[in-house]
């Protein structure tokens, strides 16, 4: 099973929300990733996860914060995000540094 | 900094042809690439993953190739099908932290 699961698939938020996207995979991988895409553009790598600890932040505003409760699961809470913020969420996981398998996203929208 | 590069952004061919993709990076100093094929509004689907050790990978239709020394890596597919039409990427892991950098994409139409 390659599989990676991501709730809820679409998302519309105000700017003074508080929601929180998903991610979830059973295949033992120890690390697990967020990337952010905007349309026509390539996934930019958000935050990094490795045995359940934070090992990458590439300079995310504070507006997002990760958190990872166990090696199954991966959560990105969301806060006063802006317009600017929608995109597709995707999450990944990989055992170690190797393949990373991908979830089908979470569509975002910030009104 | 390592920067990847895909050529052409999208290319358009009739069903049954053999094409070939291009990825270019400019640092060769990576552990692995891999490939990953995109349809609209999805998520990543893994093709490849080629270590820095290996020369080359194939999977069905697919063959992936690495020559580090020159920084690029083509992915072959033969006999296309109108199913292959996606956006396919490439990415280099250069630091081993599983921090991947992707290259712009190529678009692929396979035409019945």
């Known amino acids: 099973d390659t599989e990676v699961t991501q709730t809820p698939k679409h998302l519309v938020m105000g700017m003074t929300n508080k929601k929180s996207l998903k991610c979830e995979q059973h295949m033992g991988h120890r690390a697990m990733y967020w990337y952010k895409q905007k349309a026509k553009k390539p996934p930019e790598l958000m935050f990094v996860?490795?045995?359940?600890?934070?090992?990458i932040n590439e300079s995310v505003p504070s507006r997002f914060s990760p958190e990872c409760p166990n090696s199954s699961l991966l959560n990105l809470h969301l806060h006063a995000l802006q317009p600017e913020d929608s995109a597709l969420y995707l999450c990944a996981s990989s055992q170690n540094t190797y393949e990373q398998y991908f979830g089908p996203g979470t569509r975002l929208t910030v009104t | 900094k390592q920067e990847v590069t895909q050529i052409p952004a999208a290319l358009s061919v009739p069903e049954g042809e053999n094409l070939v993709l291009n990825c270019s990076f400019t640092?060769?100093?990576?552990?692995?690439l891999q490939w990953f094929r995109q349809d609209p509004g999805k998520g990543l689907t893994s093709l490849l993953l080629i270590q820095s050790s290996q020369r080359e990978q194939t999977s069905g239709r697919l063959n992936a190739s690495l020559d580090k020394s020159s920084g690029r890596s083509t992915l072959y597919i033969a006999a296309s099908q109108p199913g292959d039409s996606a956006t396919y990427l490439c990415?280099?892991?250069?630091?081993?932290?599983?921090?991947?950098?992707f290259g712009q994409g190529t678009t692929l139409q396979v035409k019945p």
């Open positions: 990415a280099v892991d250069s630091s081993n932290t599983g921090k991947l950098i």
């Open positions: 640092d060769s100093a990576i552990y692995n």
């Open positions: 996860y490795s045995y359940e600890k934070l090992s």
